[in-house]
């Protein structure tokens, strides 16, 4: 459930078109044509047009900062700050694209590509954060900021640039910008690694059944899908079940064979993680070291302090105490839940104790004892078409947005479909919104939410393009695809990510949409998960797929009694990441061996041993395929106390659908980007500081008494 943020400086380099590539032939260099403020040229795109379309865009934009930086005038917000802001359109236009390509497209000749051009895009965004003429005109400013009559947003803007360039190593000497440099370059290259690994050893293993005997207790339309991935194989008449999260999830779930669950599990929990040539550990505590290296050199006693210094839990210790904080309660019900598990196993007389790869099996027959849920007969209703117009509904409600299908833009894939996005009252247009709902070969595994244009003002009204990207099983032709409950949470948090992006109504590009810390991000995705289960949505778009008749309420209501089922399971296996993200992060300049620290930080936490984490050192891409998220995976929980928080405040008041509380959270958080601090934007919408209690109670833990 990513997000997935461009380099900071890709961003930080602003808006102008030059005239540099006005005559080229490539399409990516090209401004975006056709209707809705035009759309990125996704029918045009050819892999071997990236290289040049890279290094034209790197050549203008260094042209733009060199011009910025020769102004003899004296330095202002505008001819600095604003003049940063408009230009390097063209090197944004083409990572856009890029990224649809590297994401949902993977392909050999892209890997190439994105080793080479990976560590010159890293060496670029280094050369402007330290080129020492652009630092000094923006610390002027900065140090002259009361003279320049700034708007709050302005003032934002400021901050942001002098805190981002200051943390990249602005302010250190030639001997420590040098050093940073090289760091990053080598990181960069070791990230492309990491992914290119993790990549390689989803697509490449799996486990192949090859009787009926092995499809023992899998459900016919998971069949159906282990067939046709079978069938892309050239393995026709057998089955097979792909190394990625959403197709071992659910033979965890469902297969009756323990033995080859186990193979499942020790297959997937594996990845990155067998000794051959897609092995992860030596790439791991290089980037660990070099990243401990860069921390020291930038001042900082880690790096995990650097990265926490511009979040909004601003130290490792506040994140720490967070996580230190719900952990007992985590473990504490896992206890309850084994046992649960347990005794149903011991009444099977299966003579088994419940080990990892039985968690998910087990906890399945305890959601159907106890609540008496059968996952199968929820996702009768769980149609992903009819979901979206659920979501489109809610949008609707909370956000006046209207969403309609639009097919005048071109698509970088027959599945890909484009709707327009526009203001119920007025008509006016808001953006686009880009739907990817499924698998394919080459397309990262998991789901995230990206903007291949960000909402702003400065350059004229521009209207932002965002995109929802999923991996769902296509069924058969013509009949309708059917999701998790799960699965439809995913679909609606990466809807929350959208129309943050969407809501975004503010001036410049670096403040645009989900450009906030990445510990609030998930804040306003999270909150949205919460409308999937209102009744409105449920009784109008949650639909049987044969019979269209709405999911009946006692089947409703057995849902809601059994929302705080299996909490133990799923933050403990989260929490274990988290922590061992933010320790491996704190434990300074040492050399690292991911495999024992793993195992040692996890026993002196007390780790359930019938549970791994989420995910393990050497497939942690979150941490590991840049730095987006690396001492940064606690984001979820931090982001969560504040949607558990302010769903509650909608309870509080009329419901889900209250129209002023709906107001206050678009004027304050959905529609200001990083307009506003956080914390600030938070305080304005609740009325007071967030707490932790709500997030306990909808994990139906204890509420401590002095939280
Ligand atoms: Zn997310």
Redesign the pocket.
């Given at each position: 459930?990513?997000?997935l943020i461009a380099m900071i400086t890709a961003n930080c380099t602003g808006k102008k078109e030059a005239n540099t590539n006005a005559g080229s032939s490539n399409p990516l260099l090209q401004k975006w044509s056709g209707p809705y403020n035009g759309v990125p040229p996704f029918d045009k795109v050819k892999v071997e047009y990236f290289k040049p379309a890279f290094e034209a865009a790197m050549a203008e934009n260094m042209e733009e900062i060199n011009r910025i930086v020769a102004n003899t005038e004296a330095p202002t917000f505008q001819n600095t700050l604003e003049a940063m802001e408009r230009c390097g359109t063209t090197l944004r236009r083409v990572y856009a694209v890029y990224g649809v390509w590297k994401s949902n497209l993977g392909s050999p000749a892209l890997d190439s590509i994105q080793e080479e051009m990976e560590p010159r895009l890293t060496a670029f965004s280094d050369s402007i954060v330290q080129n020492a003429g652009l630092f000094k005109r923006i610390e002027a400013v900065y140090n002259d900021s009361a003279n320049q009559h700034l708007n709050p947003e302005q003032k934002r803007l400021l901050e942001r640039y002098y805190k981002n360039f200051v943390l990249a190593g602005a302010k250190l000497d030639e001997a420590g910008k040098k050093k940073v440099m090289e760091i990053n370059q080598k990181l960069a290259a070791l990230f492309t690694k990491f992914s290119q690994h993790l990549l390689a050893d989803e697509g490449d293993k799996f486990l192949e059944l090859t009787s009926e005997k092995d499809l023992d207790g899998l459900p016919e339309d998971f069949r159906a899908g282990a067939a046709a991935a079978a069938a892309g194989k050239d393995k026709n008449g057998a089955w097979v079940i792909s190394n990625t999260r959403s197709s071992i999830e659910p033979f965890l779930t469902y297969s009756n064979r323990r033995d080859l669950r186990e193979k499942a599990w020790r297959m997937f929990v594996n990845r990155g993680d067998n000794g051959d040539a897609n092995d992860n550990n030596k790439i791991i505590t290089e980037i660990l070291q070099l990243r401990a290296e860069r921390a020291a050199v930038l001042g900082y006693p880690t790096h995990a302090h650097w990265r926490l210094a511009d979040k909004m839990a601003k130290t490792p210790e506040t994140a720490m105490n967070l996580m230190e904080s719900v952990w007992p309660s985590a473990i504490a019900q896992v206890k309850v839940e084994v046992g649960d598990m347990q005794k149903i196993a011991d009444k099977e007389k299966a003579g088994i104790q419940i080990e990892p790869w039985d968690y998910r099996y087990y906890a399945e027959k305890v959601r159907k004892e106890k609540y008496a849920i059968n996952q199968e007969e929820v996702k009768e209703y769980m149609q992903m078409e009819k979901l979206r117009e659920g979501m489109f509904f809610v949008a609707g409600e909370l956000f006046n947005m209207e969403f309609a299908q639009v097919t005048d833009v071109p698509v970088f894939h027959p599945d890909v479909r484009v709707f327009k996005v526009t203001d119920k009252t007025t008509g006016d247009l808001i953006g686009l919104w880009y739907f990817d709902p499924y698998a394919r070969k080459g397309k990262r595994s998991g789901?995230?939410?990206n903007a291949y244009r960000d909402q702003e003002k400065l350059n004229g009204n521009i209207t932002t393009i965002v995109s929802n990207n999923c991996n769902f099983i296509k069924g058969k032709e013509g009949e309708p695809v059917l999701i998790s409950f799960t699965d439809a949470t995913t679909l609606f948090?990466?809807f929350?990510?959208a129309l943050h992006g969407l809501s975004s109504k503010v001036t410049y590009p670096l403040l645009s949409g989900t450009s906030v810390a990445t510990d609030y991000?998930?804040f306003p995705?999270?909150l949205l998960e919460r409308w999937f289960t209102t009744p409105e949505v449920l009784q109008k778009y949650a639909l049987h797929y044969k019979t269209g008749e709405p999911i009946p309420q006692v089947l409703v209501d057995k849902i809601k009694k059994s929302a705080t089922f299996n909490k133990g399971f799923t933050t403990t296996e989260y929490l274990a990441s988290a922590l061992v993200d933010m320790k491996l992060h704190l434990a300074g300049n040492i050399k690292i061996d991911p495999d024992s620290f793993e195992r040692a930080t996890l026993a002196a936490l007390h780790m359930p041993s019938e549970i791994v984490m989420r995910h393990r050192t050497p497939q942690f891409g979150h941490v590991f395929s840049d730095d987006g998220y690396s001492a940064g995976y606690y984001s979820?929980l931090w982001?969560d106390v504040l949607s558990a928080d302010a769903y509650e405040a909608f309870t509080e008041a009329g419901g889900p659908y209250d129209k002023a509380v709906g107001k206050r959270l678009v004027d304050h958080v959905f529609s200001v980007g990083g307009t506003v601090d956080e914390a600030e934007g938070y305080r304005a919408f609740r009325g007071r500081e967030p707490s932790s209690d709500a997030l306990m109670r909808s994990r139906g833990f204890k509420v401590a008494a002095n939280p």
């Open positions: 459930m990513l997000i789901a995230w939410m948090h990466e929350g990510h991000v998930e995705s999270q979820y982001s």
